[in-house]
């Protein structure tokens, strides 16, 4: 079973600033993670995953993630904020079956709020 | 490439009717996945086909709930008989699993709402 914990369900953060979204997870077996956004009245977009290979995942728009195994995490940052990022955003984890794609567990979602 | 394709966008429907959402996947994907998403509960999986077939319909809330999958390139979600509590957003989400390379892609939804 998998689970994926986001702390804050709203971050607030003046543009230009640093942007952190805590996403905690758990995992009975390896997990494969992902960061989704989604704007208002879309679909969902992938940012960044991890899939075992490298810990600091980049992704697009300047988001990175880093998977920490000790610590059960994979935060989102950004390095600076920019107005155009307010949006929703989904910490998820699957794992993979034998037979093919598993399905997503996301966490609550996060609304990043930036402030002029 | 089109992208996942989901019809309706919208469907407003009386309690009691039939609905049912549609779903294209992306040609040559050979999973898909229908998903709900409500301000109470987030982001649920409800069911989802590896080539067609459902893997796993764990995450239907109820027997009335129906997914198929006919052929690689077409899914419906049916709820009959629909209820006020079904209204939510629905998507539609597909991927080609191969090897660690795999990213669901997902459609814009559709929004049923239930009077």
């Known amino acids: 079973a998998q689970s994926v914990t986001q702390l804050g369900s709203h971050v607030s953060v003046s543009e230009g600033a640093l942007v952190l979204l805590r996403c905690n997870y758990s995992?009975?077996?390896?997990?494969?993670l992902f960061w989704y956004v989604q704007y208002p009245n879309q679909g969902l977009q992938l940012l960044l995953k991890?899939?075992?290979?490298?810990?600091l995942v980049k992704g697009i728009n300047d988001f990175e993630a880093e998977f920490k195994k000790s610590e059960t995490s994979f935060h989102l940052t950004k390095p600076s904020a920019h107005m155009s990022d307010a949006a929703e955003y989904f910490c998820?984890?699957?794992?993979?079956?034998?037979?093919?794609?598993?399905?997503?567990?996301f966490g609550k979602g996060t609304h990043l709020i930036i402030q002029p | 490439d089109a992208g996942v394709i989901q019809s309706p966008r919208h469907e407003v429907t009386e309690m009691g009717q039939e609905v049912t959402l549609r779903c294209k996947p992306i040609s040559g994907h050979n999973s898909l996945f229908w998903y709900r998403q409500t301000m109470m509960r987030g982001l649920e999986l409800l069911i989802y086909?590896?080539?067609?077939?459902?893997?796993?319909d764990s995450g239907m809330p109820e027997d009335r709930f129906s997914a198929k999958m006919p052929n690689a390139s077409f899914s419906t979600l049916k709820i009959q008989p629909s209820e006020p509590r079904d209204s939510a957003v629905y998507f539609c989400?597909?991927?080609?699993?191969?090897?660690?390379?795999?990213?669901?892609?997902f459609g814009q939804g559709t929004r049923l709402t239930v009077v």
């Open positions: 989400a597909s991927s080609l699993w191969e090897s660690e390379n795999t990213e669901a892609f």
């Open positions: 995992s009975s077996v390896p997990p494969y």
């Open positions: 991890y899939t075992s290979a490298a810990t």
């Open positions: 998820a984890v699957s794992a993979r079956s034998g037979g093919g794609a598993d399905g997503l567990t």
């Open positions: 086909f590896n080539n067609n077939v459902p893997i796993d």
